[in-house]
């Protein structure tokens, strides 16, 4: 488990060094790595929850990451978060019958916690490099 807790925040790290070198396109694939490591510790699922658990979970990333692609176009704050809460809706009555009430609403809080880890790492990073001796912007 700390193994795989350690596995995480080098990945983490890298994603962010990428970014903190400038670079604009962030490996998407690792970052998705890192997300389901980090899910997987902090939802202990079973091999069978986890077999039927992330295709759903994927097809639900997939409407979430269309919703937002959608927004790029509109400056409807309001009529996004409704959308992104029907997702939600709907993916937590999935969720439930894979892994019941508990684990369910565990994703979406567990979600947040990973976006947040990356969010500080990132952060932390740019700090760093900002108050680095020697280096300019």
């Known amino acids: 488990m ?4 350690f596995l995480s ?5 890298f994603a962010a060094k990428n970014v903190a070198n400038g670079q604009n396109k962030v490996d998407l694939s690792r970052i998705q790595a890192l997300k389901i490591a980090f899910l997987t510790q902090k ?3 079973s091999p069978d929850e986890a077999q039927k658990f992330w295709p759903v979970y994927n097809k639900y990333e997939a409407e979430i990451r269309e919703v937002k692609k ?3 176009g509109s400056d409807d704050e309001l009529e996004l978060d409704e959308k992104l809460i029907a997702i939600r809706k709907k993916y937590r009555e999935d969720f439930t ?12 809080t567990e979600e947040r916690e990973f976006i947040r880890s990356v969010q500080k790492e990132l952060q932390e990073r740019r700090m760093r490099r900002q108050g680095a001796p020697g280096k300019q912007r």
Do not use: M, Q, S
């Open 70 to 72: 959608e927004k790029k």
């Open 9 to 13: 925040i080098v990945l983490i790290g």
């Open 97 to 108: 019958k894979i892994l019941g009430k508990d684990k369910a609403n565990r994703v979406f």
């Open 43 to 45: 939802l202990p699922l």
């Open 2 to 5: 700390k193994k795989l807790l």
